[in-house]
Structure formats: structure tokens, C-alpha cells
């Protein structure tokens, strides 16, 4: 019988009608951050992007679903092997795992924890998707979205998260995936687009976001799942934890938001919807690795450093001439970092574990603890990620054609527009005359950045 798995008897813990209810209704708030991720992406790029850059995280739902059933879940959460990876064969196709039996130590079935970790594994590859907007071919991320998971994420995960796992075994404190998932996904995301190269047009011309109500659509879904994808993370409710994660997520997310604004407004001189929609964000990836770890007080501190800091780092792209499109470095790498980090410095040792921070007496070890793991995921994941990209890309392209990245990506990919506005003129024709001498009505039509 492989390590996780105990069967019901006296002497084991008891399965939980209420930890179980409660578990699977994270795992579907954090299903739902992916087609969430979907909206705040498709929202920030043009029009002619829209389609694309939803299919981009919505084909990892698919992808990634069948991968983990048939041996994520054994590589991921297998015994482990050499600290490394894990594999058990009763995990294979799921299906050498009895209904009653529990995950080891803990209320709930193996299957709902298989579930839970199962988005995980989805969403963090349709993070990266966002520093690729315009110009990967559709067939090529697919590809690249099944070969990344199964060398990078699932052993990743494993070292993080897996009985044996190197970093677990350390005592790096992770508690629901900001090396896993976020350094995980913004390294993979930086080592891609070094290999890939910049946007036809990038610093040259405007690429604004075509739809900010679509975007803060999907920061609010983003923000209303994030509970199940933190709190969920302690696996059950019998001892306050998660309670307080779900705090801390709501306090650092909403310090992160006003730190980014405040930064915003002094720096630019506005508040803009982007800004706050970004800096949620950016709290919410914070406090991901460290609010199990913190109180409140220390969740504000989170929150506020992280949304300044990534506000500042969205525009290291320019600085340094790599093509982030949707600022994936920006606020995921360096939010995870942040928040990793931090749980050295505010680790208060009274929640989660009894491991403390720097500010309250543990010195500096939990702070090189930390540091290692983040160290480790982020070379790990930028190294493969971009061998994985070069391959792809010496083989089948990565990139559509330049003049296909013009066009449109949508029609090209997908036959298909976002929106279709072939009976928006009401029927009636256009006014064609000019009051301007020698003036026309196609000389004075305004040109639209698609």
C-alpha cells in the first residue's frame, strides 16, 4: 500500500463528512481560478489576441486533467525516489485507490486530495501563458504545457509538497504554492520568452488592454477563488488554520491593492483600474507561500511590501528588453519570491508550525530556508522551461509568422473573433461627407489600435 493512503479502522483517523464537503469546494474555487486567470488575461490584451489568450488557460484544464490522472498524481505524491520524485503504481489511472480510504494523517479521501492538488497543477501552466500573449502558436503551447508539467511541475511539486520531498524535508514553508506554482510559473515564463523573443512592435507600439471590465472580472473571480487555493491548503478545519489563512488572504490582498496604488498615483500620477486589479493580484500571490505562517498584522506587512515591489518590477521589461506581455515576472516571480521570503522575517511561530521569523526571535534560519527553496525552484524552472521552448522551437515553431502576429492570432489559431460588430451600424450607411475643404470621411475615420 503506497505512503498517503490508510484505510478506515479504529486506530487511524476517521473520515469527515465536513472536511470533505469543505475540500471539494475548494478544489471547484480553485477550478474556477483558471477560466478567472482566463478573463484578467483575455481582458489585457488586443482584441485580436482575446480568443487566444483564453484558450491559452483553458486547454490546460484538459491537458493537464488527463496527464495528472494517469501519472501526475504518482510523480507529484508517489513514494518518494531520492527525494526527488515520487511514484507509486496504485496511483496510475487512479485506480488503485479504494473510496474510503484517507489521505495519510488527515479527514478526507484520496481522491478529494488527488482533486484539490489536481487544479493546482492546472492553473500554474496557464500562468505562464500570460508572458507569451501574441505570438506562440496554439498547437505548440499545448505541447509545451505537457511536456513542462511532467519534468518541471509534478517534481517540483513533489519537493515542495511530497513526503520525502527534498524542500518539505528541509522545513522550507510553502503552504499553498509560492514556489510551487508562482516562482514556478514566472521563472518558466522568463526562461520561455528568452527564447521565443519580443512581440512584432514591442516598445514601439501601443498594446494596451482592450477591456478593463473584463479584466477586473477576472481579478474579482481570481480573488473569490484564491480562499479555496489558500485556506484549502491546510486540508480540513479541526484546528483554525485555515481560518486564519483565509484571513490573511483577504488582509493581504487588500494592503497589496493600496500599495499598488499608492505607488501608482505617486509614480504616474493616477489610480488605475489595472493598477488595483494587479495589485489583488499581487497580494494574493504573496500571501500564498506565508499566511499560514503570519498573523493579520504580519499579512498587512505582506501584502504592502509585495504590491510596491511588484509594482516596480512590471517594468523591468523595459529596462532589460525582454517581452513579459502581461507581467507574469512581474507580479508572479517576484510576488512569489516576496512572499516567500517574508515567511522568514514575520513567521510568527504560533500558527501553522512553530518555525519563527527573523522579527520574532527564529534568526536567520527559517530566512535561509526559505531562500534555498526559492533559489532552487527558480533556476530549476528557468533552465528547463527554456531547453524545452528551444526544442520546441528548433522543431515545430514556436512562433505564428510575423505577419500572422499582425493580423490576428485569433482568426489565424482559431477562426474566430472576440467580438463580432457586423450589426452594430444599425443598418444605415456611414455619413460621407466633410465639412473640412478637400477633407473625406475616410480621412478623418481615427484609427483603432486593435
Given at each position: 500500500?503506497?505512503?498517503?493512503?490508510t484505510t478506515l479502522a479504529?486506530?487511524?483517523?476517521?473520515?469527515?463528512?465536513?472536511?470533505?464537503?469543505?475540500?471539494?469546494?475548494?478544489?471547484?474555487?480553485?477550478?474556477?481560478?483558471?477560466?478567472?486567470?482566463a478573463f484578467f488575461y483575455?481582458?489585457?490584451?488586443?482584441?485580436?489576441?482575446?480568443?487566444?489568450?483564453?484558450?491559452?488557460?483553458?486547454?490546460?484544464?484538459?491537458?493537464?486533467?488527463?496527464?495528472?490522472?494517469?501519472?501526475?498524481?504518482?510523480?507529484?505524491?508517489?513514494?518518494?525516489?531520492?527525494?526527488?520524485?515520487?511514484?507509486?503504481?496504485?496511483?496510475?489511472?487512479?485506480?488503485?485507490?479504494?473510496?474510503?480510504?484517507?489521505?495519510?494523517?488527515?479527514?478526507?479521501?484520496?481522491?478529494?486530495?488527488?482533486?484539490?492538488?489536481?487544479?493546482?497543477?492546472?492553473?500554474?501552466?496557464?500562468?505562464?501563458?500570460?508572458?507569451?500573449?501574441?505570438?506562440?502558436?496554439?498547437?505548440?503551447?499545448?505541447?509545451?504545457?505537457?511536456?513542462?508539467?511532467?519534468?518541471?511541475?509534478?517534481?517540483?511539486?513533489?519537493?515542495?509538497?511530497?513526503?520525502?520531498?527534498?524542500?518539505?524535508?528541509?522545513?522550507?514553508?510553502?503552504?499553498?504554492?509560492?514556489?510551487?506554482?508562482?516562482?514556478?510559473?514566472?521563472?518558466?515564463?522568463?526562461?520561455?520568452?528568452?527564447?521565443?523573443?519580443?512581440?512584432?512592435?514591442?516598445?514601439?507600439?501601443?498594446?494596451?488592454?482592450?477591456?478593463?471590465?473584463?479584466?477586473?472580472?477576472?481579478?474579482?473571480?481570481?480573488?473569490?477563488?484564491?480562499?479555496?487555493?489558500?485556506?484549502?491548503?491546510?486540508?480540513?478545519?479541526?484546528?483554525?488554520?485555515?481560518?486564519?489563512?483565509?484571513?490573511?488572504?483577504?488582509?493581504?490582498?487588500?494592503?497589496?491593492?493600496?500599495?499598488?496604488?499608492?505607488?501608482?498615483?505617486?509614480?504616474?500620477?493616477?489610480?488605475?483600474?489595472l493598477g488595483a486589479a494587479?495589485?489583488?493580484?499581487?497580494?494574493?500571490?504573496?500571501?500564498?507561500?506565508?499566511?499560514?505562517?503570519?498573523?493579520?498584522?504580519?499579512?498587512?506587512?505582506?501584502?504592502?511590501?509585495?504590491?510596491?515591489?511588484?509594482?516596480?518590477?512590471?517594468?523591468?521589461?523595459?529596462?532589460?528588453?525582454?517581452?513579459?506581455?502581461?507581467?507574469?515576472?512581474?507580479?508572479?516571480?517576484?510576488?512569489?519570491?516576496?512572499?516567500?521570503?517574508?515567511?522568514?522575517?514575520?513567521?510568527?511561530?504560533?500558527?501553522?508550525?512553530?518555525?519563527?521569523?527573523?522579527?520574532?526571535?527564529?534568526?536567520?534560519?527559517?530566512?535561509?530556508?526559505?531562500?534555498?527553496?526559492?533559489?532552487?525552484?527558480?533556476?530549476?524552472?528557468?533552465?528547463?522551461?527554456?531547453?524545452?521552448?528551444?526544442?520546441?522551437?528548433?522543431?515545430?515553431?514556436?512562433?505564428?509568422?510575423?505577419?500572422?502576429?499582425?493580423?490576428?492570432?485569433?482568426?489565424?489559431?482559431?477562426?474566430?473573433?472576440?467580438?463580432?460588430?457586423?450589426?452594430?451600424?444599425?443598418?444605415?450607411?456611414?455619413?460621407?461627407?466633410?465639412?473640412?475643404?478637400?477633407?473625406?470621411?475616410?480621412?478623418?475615420?481615427?484609427?483603432?489600435?486593435?
Amino acid at each position: 500500500m503506497p505512503p498517503g493512503i490508510t484505510t478506515l479502522a479504529a486506530d487511524t483517523p476517521t473520515l469527515s463528512a465536513a472536511n470533505t464537503g469543505f475540500m471539494l469546494i475548494c478544489s471547484a474555487l480553485v477550478m474556477l481560478m483558471t477560466p478567472a486567470l482566463a478573463f484578467f488575461y483575455g481582458g489585457m490584451v488586443r482584441v485580436k489576441s482575446t480568443l487566444n489568450m483564453l484558450m491559452m488557460s483553458f486547454i490546460s484544464l484538459g491537458i493537464v486533467t488527463i496527464l495528472w490522472v494517469l501519472f501526475g498524481f504518482s510523480l507529484a505524491f508517489g513514494t518518494d525516489i531520492g527525494s526527488v520524485v515520487g511514484w507509486s503504481s496504485d496511483y496510475l489511472g487512479l485506480s488503485g485507490i479504494g473510496v474510503t480510504q484517507l489521505w495519510d494523517g488527515y479527514t478526507i479521501p484520496v481522491y478529494v486530495f488527488a482533486v484539490f492538488q489536481l487544479m493546482f497543477a492546472v492553473l500554474t501552466p496557464a500562468l505562464i501563458s500570460g508572458a507569451l500573449a501574441d505570438r506562440v502558436k496554439f498547437t505548440s503551447w499545448a505541447l509545451f504545457i505537457t511536456l513542462w508539467v511532467t519534468v518541471v511541475y509534478f517534481p517540483v511539486a513533489h519537493w515542495v509538497w511530497g513526503a520525502g520531498g527534498w524542500l518539505f524535508e528541509m522545513g522550507v514553508i510553502d503552504f499553498a504554492g509560492g514556489t510551487a506554482v508562482h516562482i514556478n510559473a514566472g521563472a518558466a515564463a522568463l526562461g520561455v520568452i528568452l527564447v521565443i523573443g519580443k512581440r512584432v512592435g514591442f516598445k514601439k507600439d501601443p498594446m494596451r488592454p482592450h477591456s478593463l471590465p473584463l479584466v477586473m472580472l477576472g481579478a474579482g473571480l481570481l480573488w473569490f477563488g484564491w480562499f479555496g487555493f489558500n485556506a484549502g491548503s491546510w486540508l480540513g478545519n479541526d484546528d483554525g488554520v485555515g481560518a486564519v489563512m483565509f484571513v490573511n488572504t483577504q488582509v493581504a490582498t487588500a494592503a497589496a491593492m493600496l500599495a499598488w496604488l499608492g505607488y501608482e498615483k505617486l509614480r504616474h500620477g493616477s489610480f488605475t483600474t489595472l493598477g488595483a486589479a494587479s495589485g489583488a493580484v499581487a497580494g494574493l500571490v504573496a500571501i500564498t507561500p506565508s499566511g499560514g505562517a503570519v498573523s493579520p498584522l504580519g499579512a498587512i506587512a505582506v501584502g504592502a511590501i509585495a504590491g510596491v515591489l511588484c509594482a516596480m518590477a512590471v517594468g523591468l521589461k523595459y529596462r532589460f528588453g525582454y517581452d513579459d506581455s502581461l507581467d507574469v515576472v512581474g507580479v508572479h516571480l517576484v510576488g512569489g519570491i516576496a512572499g516567500s521570503l517574508l515567511v522568514g522575517l514575520f513567521a510568527t511561530g504560533g500558527v501553522q508550525s512553530e518555525a519563527k521569523g527573523l522579527f520574532y526571535g527564529g534568526g536567520l534560519e527559517q530566512l535561509g530556508k526559505q531562500a534555498v527553496g526559492v533559489f532552487a525552484v527558480l533556476a530549476y524552472s528557468l533552465v528547463v522551461s527554456a531547453i524545452l521552448a528551444f526544442l520546441l522551437d528548433r522543431t515545430i515553431g514556436m512562433r505564428v509568422p510575423e505577419d500572422d502576429e499582425i493580423s490576428g492570432i485569433d482568426q489565424v489559431e482559431h477562426a474566430e473573433t472576440a467580438y463580432d460588430f457586423s450589426g452594430a451600424g444599425g443598418g444605415t450607411a456611414p455619413r460621407t461627407t466633410s465639412s473640412a475643404p478637400g477633407g473625406s470621411a475616410a480621412a478623418k475615420t481615427k484609427k483603432v489600435d486593435a
